[in-house]
């Protein structure tokens, strides 16, 4: 039988035991229950995080954690627990209003937490716009969802803007009303030459109706118009006559018979 020397059996002494937040993390169902209601007094962030990875964390437990005021002093730790898809709904929903807007964001766009979590996130953001700067406001409008794009559209710095037109979820459907009069010229030409939305037919057709749009822009869609909507700007007299004027020239210039070239040419 072969002994262990000197070195190993003190080295065997001196490992440390398993931590708690390892046990936490790698605890099954019952087990992290227990381990969580013993040491619920000592848990710190460290662990609560390790509690919350665990796959087999249930909402009873995190109501332990929700109930354990102590855990409940530093933002960090209701970030997590309200980030988290298991936190019962009534935590979740009353740690929101605390939470700076970029945790905010998040999630808004958590498929994974519950709906009314989700829409109260979106409730919360949208009356935190006012106070962003126009940087913070630039990074939200880049991933920000359907409902804090409605109201970022209105924005009327065209920083927001550029970046709101890069957002994969806007859609047709949430820009078309940007066209309106209201919006600032400088916000409309932004459209106009945006290489994804300026290319389709609503857009454009909103953007050469609208009398804010400048007149540059307008003169670009024009004859890319059906003959019908171009006629129409021709005869509107809420348009300026240098619209109106260039619309007429578009249709004339369509109306004009095309001559062959001289044989030996074309």
């Not at 400048?214 to 890319?224: D, E, G, K, S």
């Not at 909507?229 to 578009?250: C, F, G, I």
Request: aromatic content about 4%; charged content about 25%.
């Amino acid at each position: 039988m072969t002994l262990p020397s000197a070195r190993g059996r003190a080295g065997a002494a001196a490992a440390p035991p398993e931590g708690l937040a390892h046990r936490l993390r790698r605890a099954g169902s019952s087990e992290l229950r227990r381990l969580t209601a013993d040491h619920l007094r000592e848990l710190t962030l460290r662990e609560v995080r390790q509690i919350l990875l665990n796959p087999y964390v249930t909402a009873e437990v995190i109501e332990e954690l929700v109930l354990a005021r102590h855990l409940l002093s530093g933002y960090a730790m209701r970030q997590a627990l309200a980030r988290h898809r298991r936190t019962p709904e009534a935590a979740a929903l009353r740690f929101l209003p605390g939470l700076f807007w970029r945790d905010l964001l998040e999630i808004t766009l958590d498929v994974c937490l519950r709906p009314a979590v989700r829409r109260s996130a979106e409730k919360y953001l949208v009356q935190r716009l006012p106070a962003l700067a126009v940087g913070e406001k630039v990074s939200l409008a880049r991933r920000a969802s359907a409902t804090v794009i409605a109201e970022l559209r209105r924005d009327p710095s065209p920083r927001v803007v550029t970046a709101l037109l890069d957002n994969p979820r806007l859609t047709e459907q949430l820009l078309t009303p940007l066209a309106v009069r209201s919006t600032s010229p400088r916000v409309l030409d932004l459209v106009a030459q945006s290489p994804r939305w300026g290319r389709l037919y609503e857009i454009r057709a909103a953007l050469a109706r609208n009398v804010a749009s400048p007149f540059r822009a307008v003169f670009a869609i024009l004859p890319t118009l059906r003959r019908d909507d171009v006629a129409a700007l021709a005869a509107d007299e809420q348009q300026s006559t240098v619209v109106r004027n260039r619309a007429a020239e578009v249709l004339a210039a369509w109306s004009r018979p095309k001559i062959d070239p001289p044989p030996g040419e074309g």
